[in-house]
């Protein structure tokens, strides 16, 4: 059977609501499938960590998973759709994370905003090595830095509304801003990732500062 062959594409995400672009074949519905899914996910996190992406396949992953490698393709196409899940999970799970640490906050500032966001990342990022390797080290893959991008757009829109329902950013204030101001931010956990999966914190504080100070003129009267 062919380790890396394609299939069409079907929405999914085994432990979350996942983006419309994910490529998987079947939506598990039992708790037994969802769970195999999650071994699934989980041997291929381990093997990412173990030899990189570039030598993982979808037989080396079902063995680990302890699954035959026909079960693995009733839900993954290939190793490709296999990572796609394993972005879509962290992804998700970043998502969780900052909302649950923004709703921490009592009277947040702009700079709280941002810090809190930020940091939300780092969190995930230490739960999650796996993505480190798969994310923050060349993005060869199109799909999956395609839906890195997607990520980043949906980031920039719920920090935006949160900030304007907060009083944070005047009305009317260009998608733009926010949008490039998360960029940023994915470029400096990128070079703060680079060498150490554990991250470099004074980078990373580095670019809250910068953040920062970019959507400084930008906050609301009130906010400063």
Request: charged content about 25%; overall charge negative.
């Amino acid at each position: 059977m062919d380790e890396d062959r394609g299939s069409e594409a079907e929405g999914f995400d085994p432990l979350v609501p996942a983006p419309a672009a994910a490529t998987t074949r079947r939506t598990p519905q039992q708790r037994r499938s969802r769970q195999r899914v999650a071994r699934i996910l989980d041997a291929a996190s381990a093997l990412v960590l173990e030899g990189g992406v570039e030598r993982l396949s979808t037989r080396r992953i079902a063995e680990v998973a302890g699954v035959p490698v026909a079960s693995l393709y009733q839900y993954f196409g290939d190793k490709e759709d296999v990572l796609l899940a394993l972005v879509d999970r962290d992804m998700a799970e970043m998502d969780a994370q900052v909302l649950q640490d923004l709703q921490g906050l009592a009277n947040p500032s702009l700079g709280e905003l941002v810090a809190t966001a930020m940091r939300s990342f780092t969190k995930v990022y230490a739960r999650r090595p796996a993505f480190v390797e798969i994310w923050m080290r060349g993005r060869t893959n199109p799909a999956i830095r395609q839906r890195g991008r997607d990520h980043n757009e949906l980031i920039a829109t719920t920090l935006h509304e949160y900030a304007a329902a907060a009083g944070l950013v005047p009305a009317g204030l260009s998608p733009k801003v926010p949008l490039l101001a998360v960029e940023v931010g994915d470029k400096v956990f990128q070079l703060a990732y680079e060498n150490d999966i554990q991250g470099d914190p004074e980078l990373v504080e580095e670019g809250i500062r910068m953040v920062t100070a970019y959507l400084a003129p930008y906050a609301a009267p009130t906010a400063v």
